[in-house]
Structure formats: structure tokens, C-alpha cells
T-cell receptor
Framework: AQKITQTQPGMFVQEKEAVTLDCTYD???????LFWYKQPSSGEMIFLIY??????QNATEGRYSLNFQKARKSANLVISASQLGDSAMYFC????????????FGKGTRLHILP | DAGVIQSPRHEVTEMGQEVTLRCKPI?????LFWYRQTMMRGLELLIY????????DSGMPEDRFSAKMPNASFSTLKIQPSEPRDSAVYFC???????????FGQGTRLTVV
């Protein structure tokens, strides 16, 4: 079974608009971490943001925020005021430290920011 | 710190040849991960180490693949013999503690002809 599901293979968004990238996860553990990474066309994997399962507040890092809805097992990435440089592949990932502590990735969403 | 360092950045080899990919994790990081990325299969975890010990190698596709971590600052992923279907980008990543983010190297693009 898929541990991480990203249902949007591709998205087109106008520059300066906000973007929400969907991610749902599957775990029976109480302790886990959720991550988002960006992969631009140059190929490197860039860590964006982390949310712990016990964190009360949604994580934020600059223009990135993570909309964490634990009951729904949802961890959507929100990018505010999108820029052309946000065009990239975005991956959601999860880590379960009490299980196997592997970092498992979703299939990704390709985001295109339109000028 | 220079980040996770992988070498080579690009490798083109003939089918049947041995390929060795190298990784230097961030100093002090106890966890090291090897991933393979292809269009068809996305990012697959091949193997990961904790304190130089292989913890889970269930993602290694077959016996042709092997990985070692002889010390805290160096790991190798070896493919012998290589096949065209091994063509992919191979990433190494390291993390400091359990349940924390991993930082990735630049990747090695492997082409087997």
C-alpha cells in the first residue's frame, strides 16, 4: 500500500497566486515526521519544511507552510505568493522513527508557475 | 559544512561493467540513505545505514547491488555487473537524528549502454 499519496501529477498556477500541493499519508504510528522537498530542473533535492506528528502548530518556513490535518492524515504544502523560481517537482515524504525510520517519498507533483 | 558529497556526478559505462558510486555524508550525521530515481518508479529507497551499520536493504533490487559504509564519512554503492535498466539518478542523503530531515547530495547520473 502507498504510504504517501500525491494525487496531483501536475499543476499550473499564475505567478503571485498561492499554491496548495496535496499530500496524504498512511501510518498507524503516533510518532512520525512529514517532509516536503523541492527538485528543480537542475536535479538537486532541496529540503523545504518539516512537521512532527506531535507539533501543535503548523510548520512555516518563509513562504512555505504545511497545512497539517492529523485526523485526515493530510500534510499539504502551501506556497504563498508564488514566483517563477517555484517551478519544480515537489515531493512529500514521511519518516516513522518507531517503525523502521526509513524516509519514504510520494510520486511528486510538478508545479509550473506561469508569468 | 560542504553538504553531502557524491562522486562521480555522471557515469557512463558499458553493460557488464562494475560501477562504484561514492558518498561522503555531512559530518556528524548518523544516518545515511541511498536512493534511486527514475521516471517510472520515482524515488526508491535502496538501503540505509545507522552508525555505519546497514539497517534495511530491502529496497536493493537484486544481488548485483551492494553497499558498504566502512566508516562514518564514506559509503559506496556498487553495481556488478551493470545493466541498461540500472540507468537512473542515484542519490545519497544523510540525517542527524531519527525523525529529522535528510540532506541530499547532488546525485550521480548513471547511464549503462
Amino acid at each position: 500500500a502507498q504510504k504517501i499519496t500525491q494525487t496531483q501529477p501536475g499543476m499550473f498556477v499564475q505567478e503571485k497566486e498561492a499554491v496548495t500541493l496535496d499530500c496524504t499519508y498512511d501510518t498507524s504510528d503516533q510518532s512520525y515526521g512529514l517532509f516536503w522537498y523541492k527538485q528543480p530542473s537542475s536535479g538537486e533535492m532541496i529540503f523545504l519544511i518539516y512537521q512532527g506528528s506531535y507539533d501543535e502548530q503548523n510548520a512555516t518556513e518563509g513562504r512555505y507552510s504545511l497545512n497539517f490535518q492529523k485526523a485526515r492524515k493530510s500534510a499539504n504544502l502551501v506556497i504563498s505568493a508564488s514566483q517563477l523560481g517555484d517551478s519544480a517537482m515537489y515531493f512529500c515524504a514521511m519518516r516513522e522513527p518507531n517503525r523502521d525510520d526509513k524516509i519514504i517519498f510520494g510520486k511528486g507533483t510538478r508545479l509550473h508557475i506561469l508569468p | 559544512d560542504a553538504g553531502v558529497i557524491q562522486s562521480p556526478r555522471h557515469e557512463v559505462t558499458e553493460m557488464g561493467q562494475e560501477v562504484t558510486l561514492r558518498c561522503k555524508p555531512i559530518s556528524g550525521h548518523d544516518y545515511l540513505f541511498w536512493y534511486r530515481q527514475t521516471m517510472m518508479r520515482g524515488l526508491e529507497l535502496l538501503i540505509y545505514f545507522n552508525n555505519n551499520v546497514p539497517i534495511d536493504d530491502s529496497g536493493m533490487p537484486e544481488d548485483r547491488f551492494s553497499a558498504k559504509m566502512p566508516n562514518a564519512s564514506f559509503s559506496t554503492l556498487k553495481i556488478q555487473p551493470s545493466e541498461p535498466r540500472d540507468s537512473a539518478v542515484y542519490f545519497c542523503a544523510s540525517s542527524l537524528q531519527p525523525n529529522t530531515e535528510a540532506f541530499f547530495g547532488q546525485g550521480t547520473r548513471l547511464t549503462v549502454v
